[in-house]
């Protein structure tokens, strides 16, 4: 049971939602790639199972720790040493490398915290998401978490993330289709 005001997108809601993201990219003939840390694969997860997914949609990676986000993402060590992974700039460059890897148009990011971890000092849930266009950072945003069950913070920032990339690329209307 979710816990708190806020509320997981139905079933019903995020296909729509999945399926104006799809509309949209290709229309415009559109790629996305995603890289994903906190929400586990879960928005990779979302889009491969969107009907015409090969269309639109390249693929991702998930990656936890330090050492994956520097080898396979190129973020910058010093920031992610002193953030643990979770920042603005260190989502931002996730963000950019991913778009770079898969040779997509769009790559979108996350990173933060499912769970409290005490050792370092967290107690409040949050996770930093970053939009990418063609190499340039559309909308970075800091999703602040209610519920405190893993899974469902992991499923609400999913969602959100969804919500929010889908009113990036709905204002993004003067980018030029290919």
Known sequence: ???????????????????????????????????????????????????????????????????????????????????NCVSEKVVSEMAVAVTKLFRSDWGIADTGYASPVPEKGIKDLYAWVAFCYKGTIMHTEKIVASQNNPKDVRLYYRDRMLQLFLSVLSSSTTIDAN
């Open 1 to 83: 049971m979710i816990t708190g005001i806020v509320l997981l997108i139905t079933v019903a809601f995020m296909n729509q939602l999945l399926n104006s993201i799809k509309a949209i990219l290709i229309e415009r003939k559109e790629k996305i790639a995603i890289a994903e840390s906190v929400t586990g694969g879960d928005v990779q997860s979302a889009f491969s199972l969107t009907e015409d997914a090969l269309s639109f949609f390249e693929g991702g990676m998930t990656v936890y720790n330090i050492h994956q986000k520097i080898r396979h993402l190129h973020v910058d060590p010093a920031e992610a040493l002193a953030s």
